[in-house]
């Protein structure tokens, strides 16, 4: 059974930077395409970026596009999220995700499972 751990989450400054990892154990890392959520009080969550298996696609939801950038290392079993120049809206519960059923799962929440239990991530103005 896949198990998805998150950490490196915060409390940090506007402008500041952040790097979020995700762990993974139970299957091949390499088999699965991984995605990066968030959820911020009283709203739906939201895709934040994902990433194939082989790290041939990439996609980044608009507004964290040339500040946040996703990555994996298959030998570490490891995905990672590194944000930058963050911006009080960027405050949320960030969840790593994986898709064991497609080479890239994209930004449907919908065909990712497992799910993490998620990191905070709040960004002070």
Known sequence: QVQVVESGGGLVQAGASLKLSCAISGRTFSSLCMGWFRQAPGQEREFVAAISRSSRSIEYKDSVKGRFIISRDNNKNML?????????EDTAVYYCAAD??????????????????????TVSS
Not at 80 to 88: A, E, R
Not at 100 to 121: C, E, I, K, L, M
Request: charged content about 15%; hydrophobic content about 20%.
């Open 80 to 88: 990672y999220l590194q944000m930058n120049s963050l911006k009080p």
């Open 100 to 121: 064991p059923n497609r080479s890239y799962g994209g930004t449907d929440a919908t065909h990712y499972d497992p799910w993490g239990q998620g990191t905070q991530v």
